[in-house]
């Protein structure tokens, strides 16, 4: 792990720290690290050694490659070159937190889909029916449709030529909600 890197897992750390519900203490007395350690960790004032990381993922029971997967990479800007061919394109290279994927041409996967994370399905071009839930959805050029993570869905395209977009939480991330909202 780059020193970037390390400054960056802070946010992983708090991420999973909150949706375990836990607090600072809880986490300083599993871990045996110390509150305001960690508090510096999170916000990203303190890079943690091999060996704390190993033990705040074990009290966040989780591994310190899931953390280091789940931190925020450091700054990048990336081009990503517009294909011609029908198929699935990968709009976001690597593991971020957010995926993104384009489906261009005549698309039926065939098969359910169940993530655990939000997404957000955009027409660019043509139409596209989406069952989710057991309603269907009819999609045009323009439209889109939000599912929250758990939402069991499937679609097709019912247009030559059209272009979908699919945006997403990426799965190696633990999406967290403030129910204060």
Do not use: C
């Amino acid at each position: 792990m780059d020193e970037k890197e390390a400054l960056r897992v802070g946010a992983a750390v708090r991420r999973r720290r909150r949706a375990l519900g836990l607090t600072l203490a809880a986490v300083a007395a599993r871990s045996g690290l110390s509150v305001p350690f960690l508090s510096q960790v999170e916000n990203e004032r303190a890079r943690p050694s091999p060996g704390s990381l190993s033990r705040v993922a074990e009290a966040l029971e989780t591994t310190t490659e899931r953390l280091r997967a789940a931190a925020d990479s450091a700054r990048s800007v990336e081009v990503v070159r517009a294909h011609e061919e029908d198929g699935v394109h990968r709009l976001v290279h690597g593991r971020h937190q957010l995926s993104a994927l384009e489906f261009v041409g005549e698309q039926d996967l065939g098969r359910e889909f169940q993530h655990r994370n939000d997404e957000v399905m955009y027409v660019v071009e043509g139409a596209v029916d989406v069952e989710a839930e057991g309603r269907a959805h009819r999609l045009g050029r323009g439209d889109t449709l939000f599912l929250t993570g758990g939402v069991r869905h499937r679609w097709r395209a019912t247009e030559p030529g059209t272009r979908l977009l699919v945006v997403s939480v990426a799965e190696h991330i633990d999406a967290t909600y403030d129910s204060r909202r």
